[in-house]
Each structure stands twice: as structure tokens, then as C-alpha cells.
């Protein structure tokens, strides 16, 4: 089995989405610390995959009505190796650890 590993994440395609789609956005994520339980990393995952589709497809003007293009594929190849769940844990400790600074 390779070593898929890339600047500490566990591929390129998730550290690359992090880095530029999600370091740097101001995300409010007080709805997932609630009551002093653990946060909900699997339902914000789901909503990370929505914004990265959303800012990736937008960019490229795409348009459902269309036969999606090579490029649009190539995207959505990327996108589905991107470990979403990583990054949603990722954001839920950096975002409690600046809590309680």
C-alpha cells in the first residue's frame, strides 16, 4: 500500500481543498459545540462537501441543464478524494482551542 500522506493530511486532494477553500474561512461553528458534548464532525462533513462543490462549480460556471465537460469530471474525481471528515475535525479543534484562548 502507498503512503498517500501530504503535509500532515492524509492526501493531497484534502489538504489541498483545505488550504484553499477552507483555511482563512471565517466559519461560524458554535451550533456544533453544544452542551460541552463532543462535536458533530460527521454532519459538519457533510456541509464542507457542499461548500467545496459549491466553490469549485461556481468557478467553473457549471450548469446542470449541460453535459458535464472533462474538466467538470476531472473536478469531481478530485473532490471525491478530499476526506472531508479530516477536515471537519481539523476546524472543530483549531475552533475550541481559540475558545478557550
Known sequence: ??????????????WRIHLEIFDGLDLDLDGYFVNDEEPDAYVL?????????????????????????LMEDYARAFLQDVNYYEIAKHLLKDYAEGLKS
Do not use: H
Open 1 to 14: 500500500m502507498t503512503d498517500k500522506t501530504y503535509n500532515g493530511w492524509s492526501n493531497y486532494e484534502t
Open 45 to 69: 462533513k457533510e456541509e464542507l462537501q457542499q461548500i467545496a462543490e459549491d466553490a469549485v462549480f461556481e468557478d467553473m460556471g457549471y450548469d446542470e441543464r449541460r453535459p458535464s465537460s
